[in-house]
């Protein structure tokens, strides 16, 4: 059915006659009431008892008012989506994130994203999880990926959560991969790798887990997950990330991921995190809405 005779028909049962609907809508009663006339005569029933004090939806009458407050509803929210769409051709958006998604999630996040939107740019840059609530909440991040914090933010908030443990990365033919889970002793055995800077303050729910982390005395210690990747996929050692900073390679065999044992570290949830008090720009809003998806992906499989 055609919108604008839903709209008369809208109008008709609100205000339970045709001359005032005519008189809202600024069209002719006449042109108004061969509408109503159409739609009946297209169901077969009639959708309002004309009575002397005005019209009255019939039970039919009821049933398509329902439908019909639905299907405007819809059309005015795919509306909006599209006029946002117009209006985020192009712009600049920036992230800040957790350095182990800028290596795999991000980038290819990115590159499904500039399919639709071609001529949006970008400034992506890598923190301290500590530091990205502060960039967000300033205005220095349009939003940001970080570990859930314990306490609340006034400033900011996540738009999305999703589990993300800190395990072990390995290559397939490690000793520890036919493992389904890991102790700290399991992998204390072998060379580790690590980045310097303190651990996530998420990650103090789990006091064992910091103690262990506090203990190592790490191979190689690098703030390039980069270099810790290579190392990695030389059988150097091991490392300890979230999966989402490898996604690609663990899906095709060429590293795997193990979680630990300590129920603690695998509380941990990553989040996209936006202003509280701040309207994003249009291309910011619809990538927003397009990682939202992705971690929920992510966090399906």
Same mark, same amino acid.
Request: with cysteine; charged share 20%; proline share 7%.
């Given at each position: &059915?055609?919108? #604008?005779?839903?709209?008369?028909?809208?109008?008709?049962?609100?205000?339970?006659?045709?001359?005032?609907? !005519?008189? #809202?809508?600024?069209?002719?009663?006449?042109? +108004?009431?061969?509408?109503?006339?159409?739609? %009946? *005569?297209?169901?077969?029933?009639?959708?309002? /008892?004309?009575?002397?004090?005005?019209?009255?939806?019939? #039970?039919?009458?009821? +049933?398509?008012?329902? $439908?019909?407050?639905?299907?405007?509803? %819809?059309?005015?929210?795919?509306?909006?989506?599209?006029?946002?769409?117009?209006?985020?051709?192009?712009? $600049?958006?920036?992230?800040?994130?957790?350095?182990?998604?800028?290596? *795999?999630?991000?980038?290819?996040?990115?590159?499904?994203?500039?399919?639709?939107?071609?001529? #949006?740019?970008?400034?992506?840059?890598?923190?301290?999880?500590?530091?990205?609530?502060?960039?967000?909440? %300033?205005?220095?991040?349009?939003?940001?990926?970080?570990?859930?914090?314990? =306490? @609340?933010?006034?400033?900011?908030?996540?738009?999305?959560?999703?589990?993300?443990?800190? @395990?072990?990365? &390995?290559?397939? /033919?490690?000793?520890?991969?036919?493992?389904?889970?890991?102790?700290?002793?399991?992998? !204390?055995?072998?060379?580790?790798?690590? =980045?310097?800077?303190?651990?996530?303050?998420?990650?103090?729910?789990?006091? %064992?887990?910091?103690?262990?982390?506090?203990?190592?005395?790490?191979?190689?210690?690098?703030?390039?997950? =980069? &270099?810790?990747?290579?190392?990695?996929?030389?059988? &150097?050692?091991?490392?300890?990330?979230?999966?989402?900073?490898?996604?690609?390679?663990?899906?095709? @065999?060429? +590293?795997?991921?193990?979680?630990?044992?300590?129920?603690?570290?695998?509380?941990?949830?990553?989040? +996209?995190?936006?202003?509280?008090?701040?309207?994003?720009?249009?291309?910011?809003?619809?990538?927003?809405?397009?990682?939202?998806? /992705?971690?929920?992906?992510?966090?399906?499989?």
């Amino acid at each position: &059915m055609h919108a #604008v005779a839903l709209v008369y028909f809208r109008e008709v049962a609100r205000s339970g006659s045709v001359r005032r609907a !005519a008189g #809202v809508l600024n069209v002719a009663a006449s042109a +108004l009431n061969r509408q109503i006339l159409k739609l %009946e *005569d297209e169901f077969g029933t009639p959708l309002f /008892d004309r009575l002397p004090g005005g019209m009255r939806l019939t #039970v039919a009458g009821q +049933l398509l008012l329902s $439908h019909v407050n639905d299907t405007l509803h %819809e059309y005015d929210l795919v509306r909006s989506k599209i006029d946002d769409l117009k209006e985020a051709r192009s712009g $600049h958006v920036s992230i800040a994130a957790l350095d182990s998604l800028l290596v *795999d999630f991000l980038p290819r996040a990115l590159d499904r994203f500039r399919i639709d939107f071609p001529a #949006v740019g970008y400034t992506v840059t890598a923190h301290q999880p500590a530091d990205i609530p502060r960039l967000v909440a %300033e205005g220095d991040a349009d939003f940001a990926f970080t570990f859930v914090q314990p =306490q @609340g933010l006034s400033a900011a908030r996540f738009l999305v959560e999703v589990p993300a443990p800190i @395990g072990v990365i &390995m290559r397939p /033919d490690h000793p520890l991969a036919a493992r389904l889970a890991l102790t700290f002793d399991d992998v !204390a055995r072998y060379p580790i790798f690590t =980045q310097p800077g303190p651990l996530p303050r998420a990650a103090d729910a789990d006091p %064992e887990f910091a103690a262990f982390r506090a203990s190592i005395r790490p191979r190689v210690e690098s703030n390039s997950i =980069q &270099m810790l990747k290579l190392c990695v996929m030389l059988n &150097m050692g091991i490392a300890f990330f979230t999966r989402l900073g490898f996604l690609h390679d663990i899906e095709t @065999g060429e +590293l795997t991921w193990r979680p630990f044992t300590s129920p603690g570290i695998n509380r941990l949830r990553i989040g +996209l995190l936006a202003p509280s008090g701040r309207v994003l720009s249009p291309p910011a809003q619809q990538l927003a809405r397009r990682l939202v998806d /992705d971690l929920h992906r992510f966090a399906s499989v």
